[in-house]
């Protein structure tokens, strides 16, 4: 028998179960590690709320998870619970699947001033995330800057720009949804340090912002390059662009009953943030393009208001100790996923925060190839018996698949009319509902 550990129970988590399920047949156990009480990771606090179509993914993880050889065990943090070492011990492979949730930073002078605030913190909240429940945004100013120009950046705009009727069916939390309500942003600013051919948005996500009921976006048909150029890009990025200058031949009658603007604001990065205390104001830099297709500031500045501004510039994996680590990616270090024989990573936590949810797949199935060249059958370790009987002299409370079914059935039961869920956004509370 082999015995697999992953730690981190979103895509990257699950699809390796998946591969290693194929691989070994019933010669295998699996114990997906999750620090939180809940499965699933990004798809439930990263995925947007209003995209629930993405979010059904889930279903396939599922059936993975009720399978007799795969275990969840929810609200075991490694680190805490249980070192990475330990795990060693026990498994014949550990597999980091960890993701990337903590925000790139942005370092500029003023950044660390309040109402500056990172994707991951502002998606979280929105998302139920247990650890944002609390960053109580400051949505009652007019100005909101959004610093990247990449699909998180278009999630962190549609939702500021949402009205209550738009977000019928989606799963955003009820805190989220007051606090959007009562918002007072009539103009959200989308800062791009490039162009619009060096977008990082994709098209279905792009096209969105032009069907929003109270918002409208712009964009300076200045800032477009020649429309021959487009016939060099990729055709998602043709399709991409295609939708901004779409947005940039909007006629102002269009806008004239729409109150919330969505400003496209292209080479232009921040430098600095201003204010007393709190944002007040962001200066921003003129940009043009390098011989390398790279951003250079051209000395010209311009100061914006800004009432709270949200940066959307990627993310990093945390660092586990004892664990080699690429500093300057923010990511695990690893040949092609394998850190080394017996220890591995996946997903975002090995090749940092870009793809689809669908890149996951492959991943997870490169990483069960490795698995199964390094392991053979299996070194007679203890597995999850050895992990329980830890767990248990420490006092650990390990909560299982069954009892997340509990938990989810009860935020099905509390959901509003129309939504699918109403999440528990603290862990205490998730423990409770497990029956
Ligand atoms: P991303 O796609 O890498 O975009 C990051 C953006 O931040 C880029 O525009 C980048 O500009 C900009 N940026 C980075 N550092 C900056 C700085 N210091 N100052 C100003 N701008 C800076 O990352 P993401 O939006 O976080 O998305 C992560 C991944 O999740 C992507 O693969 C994305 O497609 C995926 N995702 C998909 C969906 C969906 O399919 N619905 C939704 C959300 C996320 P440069 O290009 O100049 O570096």
Redesign the pocket.
């Known amino acids: 028998m082999r015995h697999l550990a992953i730690i981190g129970s979103g895509p990257a988590g699950y699809y390796t179960a998946e591969a290693a399920q194929k691989a070994f047949g019933d010669d295998v156990h699996i114990d997906i590690i999750d620090r939180l009480p809940v499965p699933y990771g990004l798809i439930r606090f990263g995925?947007?709320p209003d995209?629930q179509s993405?979010k059904n993914v889930s279903r396939r993880y599922e059936k993975v998870a009720l399978t007799d050889n795969v275990r969840f065990a929810g609200n075991v943090s490694v680190g805490d619970d249980i070192s990475v070492a330990e795990l060693q011990e026990l498994y014949d492979a550990v597999i980091l699947a960890t993701g990337a949730p903590n925000d790139?930073t942005?370092d500029i002078p003023g950044s660390d001033l309040d109402g500056v605030i990172g994707?991951a913190a502002f998606v979280g909240w929105y998302n139920g995330h247990p650890d944002f429940a609390e960053l109580n945004p400051p949505l009652d100013g007019k100005n909101v800057v959004v610093?990247?120009?990449?699909?998180?950046?278009l999630?962190v705009a549609r939702i500021l720009a949402k009205t209550e009727t738009e977000f019928a069916g989606s799963d955003i939390v009820g805190h989220a949804l007051e606090a959007l309500k009562a918002s007072g942003v009539e103009k959200i600013t989308l800062?791009?340090?490039?162009g619009p051919h060096?977008?990082?948005m994709?098209p279905k996500?792009l096209g969105e912002l032009g069907q929003l009921e109270r918002a409208c976006p712009r964009i300076d048909p200045h800032d477009l390059p020649d429309e021959g150029d487009d016939a060099m890009l990729e055709p998602g990025m043709r399709k991409s662009v295609t939708h901004l200058r779409a947005f940039a031949a909007i006629p102002e009658e269009y806008r004239a009953d729409k109150s919330v603007e969505i400003d496209f604001d292209f080479f232009a990065?921040?430098v600095e943030v201003q204010g007393t205390g709190k944002v007040e104001a962001v200066v921003i830099e003129e940009t043009e393009l390098d011989a390398d297709m790279r951003?250079k500031g051209t000395g010209n500045r311009a100061t914006i208001p800004c009432d709270m501004l949200i940066s959307?510039?990627?993310?990093r994996t945390p660092p586990i100790e004892g664990v080699p680590y690429e500093h300057g990616r923010g990511r695990f270090a690893s040949d092609e996923g394998r850190i080394m024989p017996g220890l591995y990573c996946v997903g975002w936590a090995r090749r940092g925060?870009?793809?689809?949810i669908g890149t996951n797949r492959p991943d997870g199935y490169a990483i069960a190839d490795l698995i199964a060249e390094d392991i053979g059958e299996g070194a007679g370790k203890q597995g999850r018996e050895g992990l329980d009987a830890l767990l248990e002299a420490r006092g650990t409370d390990l909560v299982t698949f069954r009892d997340w079914k509990n938990i989810e059935q009860a935020e099905i039961g509390r959901a509003r009319d129309g939504s699918p869920r109403e999440k528990f956004v603290d862990v205490g509370d998730m423990i409770k509902a497990r029956g």
């Open positions: 995925v947007a995209h993405i790139r942005l994707s610093v990247g120009n990449g699909n998180v950046a999630d800062l791009g340090r490039r060096q977008i990082a994709t996500e990065m921040p951003s959307c510039i990627g993310y925060p870009t793809g689809t």
